[in-house]
């Protein structure tokens, strides 16, 4: 298997919501207001809102990352056997 650029675009998104999604989440808004659709599914339950999608980004990341990076999956195969030599 080789790169095909939809895996470049898909690996190139997945790197960047692992880097972004922190900052989105555990940043404060200040006095600045969330767009309108993002507000319009609210129900003003603005703290549980919060924590279900911090668990559900880190359960995201860590389950996605955990299969990807699998020895028999292209990317684990890369990184575990070609790069770092390990298996």
Known sequence: MQLTPLIAVHMTAAIGALVIGPFALWARMGSTQRPWLHRAIAKKDFVTHRITMQYLYVGACLIAGGF?????????NLIWCEWLGWL
């Not at 990807?68 to 684990?76: A, E, Q």
């Open 68 to 76: 990807t990076l699998l020895p028999s999956r292209y990317l684990g």
